[in-house]
């Protein structure tokens, strides 16, 4: 807004999916229904201390569009396992959600899609569920260059922005713009 930067323009997004234990049956068009069901633990990040379980909560309000009553469920049996200044860590070496959903701490887990491959790649076993449309949540990041940066500045956010920016931000389970299908 004060005009010391170029233009931002979108690079990447993330969006929330659901990390899902072996055995549990569900897909993008039965996880609201699966998720709500009594024996079913959910967790997320924690609200106000993780944008992903801001995000969480977020879908949670979408669902009620879905399903009358689905919000206040949702909420009431959220389990708030990372992010918080009490949230049990990880030990070291060990990805957060990984380690969350192979302590079994929880059924379904709701987090950003990077973290979620992240999480597959220390548990195979785990699925990876995205969210139905009416549903999805996420983060747009933008870049921009600023006024007076170095030449290297601006290869890298062409790099970036280039196909070959853009497929190393989509094998770390972003949607980027600039890959096409």
């Not at 990040?45 to 995000?55: E, L």
Request: aromatic share 6%.
């Amino acid at each position: 807004a004060a005009g010391k930067a170029a233009p931002v323009v979108l690079v990447a997004r993330n969006r929330l999916c659901a990390l899902v234990q072996p055995g549990i049956e569900t897909d993008t068009s039965s996880l609201l229904e699966t998720m709500l069901r009594e024996d079913i633990r959910v967790g997320t990040s924690t609200p106000k201390a993780d944008p992903s379980g801001d995000y969480a909560f977020q879908v949670f309000d979408k669902a009620e569009a879905l399903t009358p009553g689905a919000t206040a469920a949702l909420k009431a049996k959220a389990l708030q396992l990372t992010g918080g200044k009490t949230s049990e860590k990880a030990p070291e070496g060990r990805n957060t959600y990984g380690w969350v959903m192979d302590s079994g701490k929880a059924d379904i887990f709701l987090t950003y899609c990077t973290n979620a491959l992240l999480a597959q790649s220390e548990v195979p076993t785990l699925a990876i569920v995205p969210l139905p449309p009416q549903l999805s949540v996420g983060a747009d990041y933008g870049l921009t260059v600023m006024d007076g940066a170095s030449q290297e500045a601006w290869a890298l956010a062409l790099h970036i922005l280039s196909p070959a920016g853009q497929a190393i931000l989509a094998k770390y389970g972003f949607d980027a713009p600039g890959v096409t299908q």
